[in-house]
């Protein structure tokens, strides 16, 4: 799959990505979030935004029940419908696909949008989102690996990028 040559633009002039294959890569989030683009047969373009997040027992040093991870997942995946009201563009998702692979949440966008150079702002959005509604479902209780350590303690230390710390 080639990429269509506005979105291409787009992305290689936004700060934020990196070109990998087909795919850019955003660079500043903790989590892999990567974009895509497809020709349509419309004017629009339809992109595909994937982020790739631990499951809980692949972010913990403690094993995690079934029922806990179960649960947590249910409400991350439902959590992330709400992702367009986040963007100050009012986008439609043609889909939302959340699943389990290879012990990562797996979520992925699909939206399409005519103006190419405001698409890779969109798909930053949905990728800040859905690691920021992981951020919220942490369980507590539980010694968490990285990145997920991590990002716990910059937040308690308010070293986020804003918002109030944990």
Do not use: C
Not at 17 to 34: K, N, S, V
Not at 43 to 55: D, E, G, N, S
Not at 74 to 98: C, F, K, Q
Not at 110 to 136: C, H, Q, S
């Amino acid at each position: 799959m080639s990429l269509p040559e506005r979105a291409e633009r787009a992305f290689d002039a936004h700060e934020a990505f990196e070109r990998d294959g087909d795919e850019f890569e955003l660079t500043t989030t903790a989590f892999d979030g990567r974009a895509t683009a497809s020709e349509t047969d419309d004017w629009a373009l339809r992109y595909t935004v994937t982020i790739r997040a631990p499951m809980l027992s692949t972010a913990t040093e403690e094993p995690v029940g079934p029922a806990v991870e179960d649960g947590w997942f249910d409400t991350y995946a439902l959590r992330l419908e709400d992702a367009p009201g986040a963007i100050r563009d009012s986008i439609e998702l043609a889909d939302l696909d959340v699943f389990e692979e290879e012990g990562d949440a797996v979520a992925v966008f699909v939206f399409e949008w005519g103006n190419a150079d405001r698409a890779p702002a969109i798909a930053k959005a949905l990728v800040e989102y859905a690691e920021g509604t992981y951020m919220e479902g942490i369980v507590p209780g539980y010694s968490y690996t990285e990145p997920v350590a991590s990002m716990l303690s910059q937040a308690s230390q308010g070293e986020g990028r804003g918002g109030t710390p944990l």
